[in-house]
């Protein structure tokens, strides 16, 4: 059992980790509140005062706001349906025996591990090229006319890269849930003739609840800040411009720090009600 004098050296120990973690964290956000109620020109005389909320309702009364938020929104939610319904069959397969199925599951996570941008490149021109990409092969080889991907299927082209990218952390979490599953249940529900769809739906499913609530958690707060895919092969043109590239694009156009940081505080209040409704949603499957 711990003293109280152990208690005290640990919390002493951990102190200066603790606000360490805490200036990271509060000190950015911190600037980024005092810039937003300022007109912060760096290239055009730097700080220029005191404007109260004029960059809240500038950047609100855009009229690429509420696009924005909904086109991130749609994205979000494309990849995760995309993710968890394809992670969940390639965690099934991956837990069959079969030859070769370290080199097999090293191939399939590898592409988590590709920085976002070079995956862009990597389907921008070797997949999406409307001339020499695989895909245009493939239609001219059907007999089909191929399409200009990046301007023609633009929110297609967006959800594949950024699905294609964290498929495998949604496949990695999902099959170590598969794996942690006792194996005797699926036995006992096979000996009783239950037909695998029926293991799947009343026995796999259930079990993988929490995996698919943690899934949806971690991906939905990195997702919201999706922006190298957008720049690299949109750049927001077409109907792919998130809450993200918005506020990287009125920072770029006014030059001013201090209309960006508006649309940082209010992409933190888009990411905190997420945040806040889909852990109601986690912690409901992980009391269970």
């Given amino acids: 059992m711990a003293t109280q004098h152990s208690r005290t ?25 005092l810039f937003s109620f300022k007109q912060y020109l760096p290239m055009r005389g730097g700080d220029l ?44 397969l991956l837990d069959q025996p079969m030859w070769g199925q370290g080199v097999v599951r090293i191939l399939v996570i590898a592409p988590f591990f590709v920085m976002p941008t070079v995956s862009a490149l990597v389907w921008k021109n070797m997949f999406m090229d409307p001339v020499n990409g695989l895909f245009a092969h493939l239609w001219k080889f059907f007999g089909a006319t191929p399409i200009s991907w990046l301007s023609e299927a633009s929110m297609t082209s967006i959800i594949m890269i950024v699905s294609w990218q964290w498929l495998p952390f949604a496949t990695l979490i999902l099959l170590t849930a598969i794996q942690s599953l006792d194996s005797e249940q699926l036995e006992a529900a096979e000996m009783d003739g239950a037909p695998p769809l029926s293991r799947f ?44 590239y918005l506020i990287f694009q009125r920072v770029l156009e006014s030059q001013n720090v201090g209309l960006g940081s508006a649309g940082g505080v209010y ?16 912690g409901k499957n992980l009391d269970r």
């Fill in 201 to 244: 739906g009343h026995i796999i499913l259930p079990h993988l609840g929490r995996a698919i609530a943690i899934v949806v958690l971690i991906q939905t707060i990195f997702l919201l800040g999706v922006f190298a895919e957008i720049f690299v092969t949109t750049q927001g043109s077409f109907g792919t411009r998130t809450l993200t």
């Fill in 49 to 92: 005062g005191w404007v109260g909320f004029d960059n809240y309702i500038r950047f609100v009364g855009s009229s690429a706001f509420w696009p924005s938020v909904v086109t991130t929104l749609v994205i979000v939610g494309s990849v995760l349906v995309i993710t968890i319904v394809l992670g969940v069959l390639l965690a099934l």
């Fill in 9 to 33: 050296a640990a919390r002493l120990m951990l102190a200066p980790a603790v606000i360490l973690l805490l200036g990271w964290m509060l000190v950015p956000l911190t600037m980024t509140l």
């Fill in 267 to 282: 992409a933190i209040i888009l990411a905190n009600i997420l945040a806040i409704f889909l852990m109601r949603i986690v």
